[in-house]
C-alpha cells in the first residue's frame, strides 16, 4: 500500500491540529511536516519531501498562492481556507480542491481521494499519441467512460482535470488540456483558448473573437486567433 506525504500549513495551531487529526484516520496518508509560515514549507517541498500539499491561503509572510507561484515543481495542492474569493485563481494554479473553513471530515476526505487519483494516474501517464479510432476512455468518477469524437462540443480546463461538454452531459475528467490536445483528432478539434479545445464541427457562429458552440459561447484569445482563423479556413467552414 503506498502511503502518502503530506504537509499541513497553516498559521493557526487549531487548524493544523485539526488537520492531522484528519490525517490520522487514513491509513495511507502521512503528516511528515507541519508549518505555520509558507518559506518553513518551501524548504521540505523543494526537496522532495511532500506529496500532497495542505495549504491556507492568507498568512503572515507569503500566501498559499505566492508560495505556489515560487515552485518550480509543485506538490498535488489542497487548500484550505476560510475565503471562497480565491477559488478561481487556485483552480488556474492547478490546485485540486479548495476547502472553505469550517472543514467537515467528508469534504476532508474527497479531497485527499481525488490528490491520490491524481498521483497515481500521473505515475502512470505515458506520453499521448492520437487516436487511431473515433473515440477515447478517459477516467473519471473512479472509472473509465467511453467518448465518441463526434459527440464532444469542446472541453475546459479545471484545475488538473478536464470539463469534457458534450451535448448531453459534461464529463469532469482526470486528464490535462495539453493531454487532451494531444489525443483530439487535429482534423476536427483546434485549441483556442488556454483553457478551451473546440469541435470545428459543432461551431454555430463566429463573431470577433467569439464563437457559439451550440449554446455556448467561448472567447477566442488574441494569440490563438490566427491559427483558428486557419484551420476553419482549411475546414471549409468560412
Same mark, same amino acid.
Given at each position: ?24 484516520? @487514513? ?12 518559506? $518553513? ?46 477559488? @478561481? ?30 498521483i497515481s494516474f500521473s505515475s502512470q501517464e505515458v506520453a499521448p499519441t492520437k487516436s487511431q479510432s473515433n ?24 484545475g488538473e482535470y478536464v470539463k469534457i461538454h458534450t451535448k448531453d452531459d459534461v464529463i469532469l475528467a482526470l486528464?490535462?488540456? $495539453? ?47 490566427? $491559427? ?11
Amino acid at each position: 500500500m503506498s502511503v502518502y506525504k503530506i504537509l499541513i500549513l497553516d498559521d493557526e495551531e487549531p487548524a493544523r491540529e485539526l488537520l492531522q487529526s484528519y490525517c490520522d484516520k @487514513l491509513d495511507d496518508v502521512q503528516v511528515v511536516a507541519k508549518a505555520s509560515h509558507a518559506l $518553513q514549507a518551501k524548504d521540505r517541498i523543494e526537496n522532495g519531501e511532500v506529496d500532497i500539499l495542505l495549504s491556507d491561503i492568507q498568512m503572515d509572510d507569503l500566501t498559499g498562492i505566492d508560495l505556489l507561484k515560487m515552485l518550480k515543481q509543485k506538490p498535488v495542492t489542497i487548500f484550505t481556507t476560510a475565503y471562497s474569493e480565491y477559488a @478561481l485563481e487556485s483552480y488556474d494554479l492547478n490546485v485540486v480542491d479548495y476547502l472553505v473553513k469550517p472543514i467537515s471530515f467528508q469534504r476532508f476526505y474527497q479531497a485527499i481521494e481525488k490528490a491520490k487519483d491524481l498521483i497515481s494516474f500521473s505515475s502512470q501517464e505515458v506520453a499521448p499519441t492520437k487516436s487511431q479510432s473515433n473515440y477515447i476512455f478517459v477516467k473519471t468518477n473512479r472509472k473509465m467512460v467511453k467518448i465518441n469524437f463526434e459527440d464532444i462540443l469542446f472541453t475546459e480546463s479545471y484545475g488538473e482535470y478536464v470539463k469534457i461538454h458534450t451535448k448531453d452531459d459534461v464529463i469532469l475528467a482526470l486528464q490535462t488540456t $495539453q493531454f487532451m490536445e494531444a489525443l483530439l483528432p487535429e482534423d476536427d478539434f483546434v485549441r483556442i483558448h488556454r483553457s478551451h479545445i473546440v469541435n470545428l464541427n459543432h461551431i454555430k457562429e463566429i463573431e470577433g473573437n467569439r464563437i457559439v458552440v451550440e449554446t455556448h459561447t467561448l472567447t477566442i484569445s488574441k494569440r490563438m486567433k490566427e $491559427q483558428f482563423m486557419q484551420r476553419i479556413n482549411e475546414k471549409g467552414i468560412i
